[in-house]
């Protein structure tokens, strides 16, 4: 069944204009009030859990599904919390564990991901040595791109879909984000799945070992095209790359509005020199981190004040480590992106220098950081609400409706939506503002109709359940029982009395998915 926008428009008590804005057709020459394109739900007060269970659900998390109501009613917020931040404690969902374990490739060292990333096969015909002689000749970007970085953004939603570690799977799509890398750039395809398991193995420790282990990532440096930089050299033009070091200041630790200037860039870029990728042409661990010392620019330098000796070597990137990792500046930066991710996109100030506080005196711990925001006035602020991004609408939709997927039929619906895992082209990561987002409603749309009609490869929702719940009450029941499941809010009596006396001439066993793809799309959902 297609739904048009009018017959939207009507359910869920919306103007066709709103509607439109919210990506159906483009009105920008009629309003440039982006934020009428997904209007805020007129009840914000959930009713099956008070509002910090809730949001911790939301927000820490890719939605309810029944056990974390359950889970969540009987200990409390703050119980669960606590769990939730020892995540090696938490037993994994055994559907979850058997999905990842069909995915060859999340494992792999650089070296065997290549191979499994292109179709060039050169062991078949020459001896191993100059096989990876001669593989490592190619220019990076040579392959085709296949099971790598398909099976690396595979897991990024299974693991938000199936994960009893939800506020571990939000934090590490939070810092994947911080430390954006585009697995589309050349070798970042094989690259990036070594790098996505050390931002896991520290998302939920310290901001210095997240830092620490970025710096040394191989997909960063040859995303950031550090990989090549080197001290200047008249003679073969070779010079410092200022890619990686200008990132490095704006985006992973000071902040743009730091004061640090152009001269500190180009120092930060000369302490980088030589930290590289092992290409392997006659290194044998090709894809590894490696610093090539004759390439470091060992004389004196100066960054933020500080002044780096000559002679340091390595160091030179250590010592720089230590300075960015505990400054002032980076403890407001990263409190206030926490604050615009988890809280509200125009971050509370009051909150953001609390968050900074506990970042200077904790060494950036992060769990701490999560508790002051989890137990914040501003964390359960009714008028601090989030637009759900793309890729959470999706994993909360899947949640919401106990679907079972490969995650492979999905993957296309989060292109169209605009955020498939990894592939952000900037390298300030996916936004978490809503005005990124909010003209973009009719694809959502779309997929929910899909996923309740079972239109999506290797995927289908649980029908068991859905036609549990239809068989219990009439269709004004039903529709009252599906909407407080998913939404946790009660909808206004009169869109409840339109949605049950739509769709399929009253019929509630046939109706009941168009009903709760209409739910799915409503604002109540799409605000959390």
């Known amino acids: 069944m297609i739904i048009r926008r009018r017959d939207f428009a009507g359910m869920l008590g919306l103007s066709v204009t709103t509607l439109a804005l919210g990506g159906c057709v483009d009105l920008a020459e009629e309003t440039s009030d982006s934020a009428a394109a997904v209007p ?4 914000l007060i959930p009713t099956s859990l008070e509002m910090r269970s809730w949001r911790l659900l939301n927000r820490f998390g890719f939605g309810p599904r029944p056990h974390d109501i ?3 009613e009987r200990s409390g917020p703050a119980a669960f919390l606590e769990c939730q931040l020892h995540p090696e404690q938490l037993s994994e969902d055994p559907h979850l564990t058997q999905m990842l374990a069909s995915l ?6 650089a070296d065997a991901a290549r191979d499994s990333e292109g179709e060039w096969k050169g062991d078949d015909y020459i001896i191993p040595l100059f096989s990876k002689l001669l593989q490592f000749r190619l220019p990076y970007g040579d392959t085709t791109p296949g099971a790598v970085s398909r099976e690396l953004q595979q897991a990024r939603l299974l693991r938000a879909v199936y994960s009893h570690r939800q506020v571990f799977e939000s934090m590490v799509e939070f810092w994947t984000d911080h430390f954006s890398i585009d697995q589309r750039k050349s070798s970042c395809r094989w690259l990036k799945t070594v790098d996505d398991r050390q931002i896991r193995r520290h998302a939920l420790g310290k901001f210095r070992d997240l830092l620490a282990v970025s710096m040394r990532s191989p997909a960063m440096l040859v995303y950031l095209d550090n990989a090549d930089s080197r001290r200047r ?9 200022e890619n990686y070091a200008r990132e490095l200041l704006e985006l992973h630790t000071l902040g743009v509005d730091a004061g640090y200037s152009l001269s500190d860039i180009q120092e930060v870029a000369r302490c980088l020199t030589g930290w590289s990728v092992q290409t392997g042409l006659l290194e044998f661990e090709p894809g590894d981190f490696v610093f090539r010392d004759g390439w470091h620019d060992d004389q004196p330098k100066r960054v933020l ?3 780096f000796p000559e002679g340091q070597a390595e160091d030179d990137g250590e010592e720089l480590l230590n300075l960015l990792a505990g400054h002032p500046k980076t403890a407001e930066f990263i409190s206030r992106k926490l604050c615009r991710r988890f809280v509200a996109d125009i971050p509370p100030q009051a909150l953001v220098d609390q968050l900074t506080s506990v970042f200077l005196a904790t060494d950036g711990d992060i769990p701490s950081l999560i508790r002051t925001i989890v137990g914040s006035d501003e964390f359960v602020d009714p008028e601090n609400m989030k637009l759900r991004r793309p890729f959470d609408f999706v994993a909360a939709a899947l949640r919401a409706t106990n679907a079972v997927t490969s995650g492979v039929g999905v993957l296309p619906y989060l292109a169209e939506l605009g955020q498939v895992p990894f592939q952000w082209a900037q390298p300030d990561g996916y936004p978490d503002q809503m005005e990124t987002w909010s003209r973009g409603m009719l694809p959502r749309w779309n997929f929910a109709i899909d996923l309740l009609h079972g239109r999506i490869a290797e995927t289908h929702t649980d029908g068991r359940a859905l036609s549990h719940m239809t068989g219990r009450e009439n269709a004004a029941g039903i529709c009252r029982t599906l909407a407080r499941s998913v939404t946790g809010q009660q909808f206004p009596a009169d869109i409840l009395s339109e949605m049950s006396e739509w769709a399929a001439g009253g019929k509630a066993a046939t ?18």
């Open 104 to 109: 060859s490739t999340l494992e792999l060292d």
């Open 70 to 72: 359950a889970a969540l």
């Open 233 to 241: 050299d008249p003679l073969t033009g070779a010079a410092p790359n």
């Open 511 to 528: 109706a009941a998915p168009q009903w709760l793809a209409l739910i799915l799309s409503s604002p109540q959902f799409q605000w959390r």
């Open 305 to 307: 004040g500080f002044a």
């Open 40 to 43: 805020r739900p007129p009840d």
